[in-house]
């Protein structure tokens, strides 16, 4: 089973940019399909961007479409979520989450339920 650590959370203004990051490890496969959700208080769990460890493409939910990019450096064993022109409703906890396999898949990638491995959480706080 992978370990997945996060961070880069902060409290930051409207407008503002936020990196996190995610180093994962203890994945033997060649593809690993990563994801950041986020949830804020009293909210579903919310897909916000994936990748393919090892391959392509990037899947952004319509929320952050525009203001998001999702990156991995293999090399580091790390995955990013670039996040910017921040808004008060980008408020949450985000976590990384993975699961081994070859493709994340448009229309699967942002069901929670499909990912064994998760990462604590790093809180995102943004203020008007």
């Known amino acids: 089973q992978g370990h997945l650590v996060e961070s880069g959370g902060a409290s930051v203004h409207a407008g503002g940019s936020l990196r996190l990051s995610c180093v994962f490890s203890g994945y033997n496969a060649n593809f690993i399909c990563m994801a950041w959700f986020r949830q804020a208080p009293r909210k579903q769990r919310e897909g916000v961007a994936a990748?393919?460890?090892?391959?392509?493409?990037?899947y952004y939910a319509d929320s952050v479409q525009g203001r998001a990019k999702i990156s991995q450096d293999k090399a580091k064993s790390t995955m990013y979520l670039q996040m910017n022109a921040l808004k008060p409703e980008d408020t949450a906890i985000y976590y990384c989450?993975?699961?081994?396999?070859?493709?994340?898949?448009?229309?699967?990638?942002?069901?929670?339920?499909?990912?064994?491995?998760w990462g604590q959480g790093t809180q995102v706080t943004v203020s008007p």
């Open positions: 990748l393919l460890v090892g391959g392509t493409p990037n």
């Open positions: 989450a993975a699961v081994e396999r070859t493709f994340c898949g448009e229309t699967e990638w942002y069901y929670p339920g499909q990912y064994p491995d």
